[in-house]
T-cell receptor, first 114, second 111 residues
Framework: NAGVTQTPKFRVLKTGQSMTLLCAQD?????MYWYRQDPGMGLRLIHY???????AKGEVPDGYNVSRLKKQNFLLGLESAAPSQTSVYFC?????????????FGPGTRLTVL | RKEVEQDPGPFNVPEGATVAFNCTYS??????FFWYRQDCRKEPKLLMS???SGNEDGRFTAQLNRASQYISLLIRDSKLSDSATYLC????????????FGSGTRLSIRP
């Protein structure tokens, strides 16, 4: 099993450009999450999904959109990138009810917005 | 006050030493607790869950003190490979949005 994969691994954008980050998991997990990690701060939840076709906002959702059309995929979109969105983005998944289960993380996407 | 607080370190200790760090949390109703390990420029990985009675996994011991609202991680006989950042994670409710990560404690083991 590949576990959780993310594409791309690195990306540089100019302010105002858009992009989509793809997260895929092959563990048949119900729950998927998008986090961002900035220096000196813990991982902060952007959006999450409790199942195919459902999404919900996390702590820092502004400027991002998500979709979960297939159980194994969770997409994170930036419609108009801003320098404040320069960060490392991690996707994660859990098998069962959130909070009581191990989170499996992808390798991360390093995004720079100029 | 941050919901989950950790000493950022770095803790710089010699190989073979015992090192411990704490993590405090603000919500007394928090339900579950974890330690994750994150290597430089890598993703976090679960190190161990923290149970009410305390638990041990090899050289690692985790403890929970609900009265004082902190969890701790003790590493005995530290190895060079233990060098990493240790993230404290607290589930403060029944929703995914209530899983809070600490900013991490950096540990460096020197030969």
């Amino acid at each position: 099993n590949a576990g959780v994969t993310q594409t791309p691994k690195f990306r540089v954008l100019k302010t105002g450009q858009s992009m989509t980050l793809l997260c895929a998991q092959d563990m048949n997990h119900e729950y998927m999450y998008w986090y961002r990690q900035d220096p000196g701060m813990g991982l902060r939840l952007i959006h999450y999904s409790v199942g195919e076709g459902t999404t919900a906002k996390g702590e820092v959702p502004d400027g991002y959109n998500v979709s979960r059309l297939k159980k194994q995929n969770f997409l994170l979109g930036l419609e108009s990138a801003a320098p404040s969105q320069t960060s490392v983005y991690f996707c994660a998944s859990t098998k069962t009810r959130e909070g009581t289960d191990t989170q499996y993380f992808g390798p991360g996407t390093r995004l720079t917005v100029l | 006050r941050k919901e989950v607080e950790q000493d950022p370190g770095p803790f710089n200790v010699p190989e073979g030493a015992t090192v411990a760090f704490n993590c405090t949390y603000s919500n007394s109703a928090s339900q579950s607790f974890f330690w994750y390990r994150q290597d430089c420029r890598k993703e976090p990985k679960l190190l161990m869950s923290v149970y009410s009675s305390g638990n041990e996994d090899g050289r690692f011991t985790a403890q929970l003190n609900r009265a004082s609202q902190y969890i701790s991680l003790l590493i005995r006989d530290s190895k060079l490979s233990d060098s990493a950042t240790y993230l404290c994670v607290v589930n403060m409710g029944s929703s995914a949005s209530k899983i809070i990560f600490g900013s991490g404690t950096r540990l460096s083991i020197r030969p």
